[in-house]
């Protein structure tokens, strides 16, 4: 580890993150500091530098970003493996100065690690992989039967979803777990229908599986549903779980045996306004209801471990074609996740989130009416992971979220806002630090008043 330093401020030499980036790169091409070292905590940076503790994790970001430096959760910042480039020597990818550096991150694509114990999943791994001939295959192409027990008898504790473990299918995520389900439909028209604004990675797979995809709305029962609804009972647009209303009309529609639904339970344990509510497969016909768990939001999105509940009357089709599929998600993670589930770790570690991101979601509420005012409205905050929110300004959600990029404050605009309307955005506080929130709230206001 680098113990001294010569970093020094040049005047008009660009940001302060920019130039101590840059003072780190030189050292690492300088075998100053090798492969695999170490670098400086950042408490140590910010007070043997005099520097403050965003300018130091500005500079770190931008390490990360271009592969210089890995983030390991528990330990530090640590030189990746690499081949030094030698002084003169040209980059064969010439960096892009162009991306900026994110400060304050209020995206929905990590989650804070310090929530995680990573020695209890150690543990449950260590486990696994003290018995090799539970791993030397290729897996279950279902998902290991160990697993798949787990989570019947876990979702309907926690979700009151009832199943064999028979029905549960395993796979590494939504898409891939489509790529499956769509050819046992036994539906003539190939459409889905999903709530606005949409789902672009579930409809990205509709469309390469040759259906097509339209709007629907729970609230206002038709005729003309097509024959797969998809619905999320937390939907982050909303920020609120389904009203009874919404509830009835889509259970009635499985009892009618109208349509196919497709429940996708995300983040439904956090509810933060009322108790978690049961999932809508133990209200409806559970042979017209699909139930789709994960595990990216409770435990890691690098985590890539999803499941299905397939209707008894779709085995048999799912049978005639499972020895065409491998399984996608690794075996090992999948009897790990088994014994954590099975030993409680992870009906406690929800309880603690929960308490968690409640606090946050009021932090969070609490610094954009402190600093936008009138200028902000609140549109959703019940559920989820997420505030749906509406600002007073004037261009596209699009617009405004990369002038908040280019100032290093990551949101997510809402697309398909009204004309006329103020734009919208998802601020997600799963991964950012409480300490953090109202410095980039203040941050995002800056940047969309340049």
């Not at 473990?165 to 499956?180: D, W």
């Not at 809508?280 to 139930?291: A, C, K, M, T, V």
């Not at 005639?320 to 770790?345: C, D, F, K, P």
Request: with cysteine; net charge positive; charged share 25%.
């Amino acid at each position: 580890m680098l113990t001294t330093f010569n970093f020094r401020v040049q005047p008009g030499a660009g940001p302060l993150y920019r130039q101590l980036a840059a003072y780190f790169c030189r050292e690492i091409r300088l075998h100053h500091l090798g492969s695999q070292d170490f670098l400086p905590s950042i408490r140590k940076l910010t007070r043997d530098l005099k520097l403050s503790r965003t300018t130091v994790e500005g500079a770190y970001q931008i390490l990360i970003d271009q592969g210089v430096v890995e983030n390991l959760p528990n330990r530090g910042y640590r030189v990746a493996a690499y081949r030094p480039r030698e002084e003169g020597e040209e980059p064969k990818t010439p960096p892009d100065p162009a991306r900026p550096a994110v400060l304050y991150n209020f995206s929905n694509n990590y989650i804070d690690t310090s929530t995680f114990d990573t020695v209890l999943w150690r543990r449950c791994l260590n486990q696994v992989l003290r018995n090799p001939a539970s791993i030397a295959g290729y897996g279950d192409p279902q998902g290991e039967p160990e697993l798949r027990k787990v989570l019947a008898r876990y979702s309907y504790a926690s979700r009151g979803v009832v199943c064999r473990p028979e029905q549960i299918l395993v796979g590494a995520g939504l898409q891939t777990l489509l790529l499956v389900l769509l050819p046992l439909l036994p539906l003539e028209r190939k459409v889905a229908g999903l709530e606005a604004p949409g789902f672009p990675q579930a409809e990205q797979i509709f469309h390469l599986m040759g259906w097509e995809t339209c709007a629907y709305d729970p609230a206002d029962p038709k005729g003309d549903w097509p024959g797969l609804l998809m619905i999320s009972t937390a939907n982050p647009y909303k920020g609120r779980a389904l009203t009874e209303k919404e509830r009835n009309n889509l259970i009635v529609a499985t009892q009618l045996e109208r349509v196919y639904l497709l429940e996708d339970d995300y983040n439904g344990e956090f509810r933060y306004l009322h108790r978690p509510t049961p999932a809508l497969h133990s209200f409806g016909n559970r042979e017209q209801i699909i139930y789709l768990g994960s595990f990216s939001r409770t435990m890691l999105p690098s985590l890539r471990i999803s499941f299905l509940v397939l209707p008894e009357k779709l085995l048999p089709a799912y049978r005639a074609i499972a020895g065409r599929y491998n399984q996608t998600s690794s075996t090992v993670e999948q009897l790990a996740l088994a014994a954590y589930i099975e030993e409680g770790h992870l009906t406690r570690h929800i309880r603690k989130l929960r308490t968690l991101y409640r606090t946050k979601s009021r932090l969070l509420q609490e610094a954009l009416t402190a600093v936008f005012g009138d200028q902000v409205r609140l549109l959703g905050y019940g559920s989820g992971l997420h505030l749906h929110i509406a600002l007073d300004r004037s261009g596209t959600a699009e617009e405004l979220a990369a002038r908040a990029l280019e100032k290093g404050v990551r949101v997510i605009p809402v697309r398909g806002t009204e004309p006329g309307r103020p734009p919208e955005f998802l601020l997600s506080f799963a991964g950012i630090g409480e300490e953090k929130i109202r410095a980039g709230v203040e941050a995002l206001r800056e940047a969309l008043e340049e």
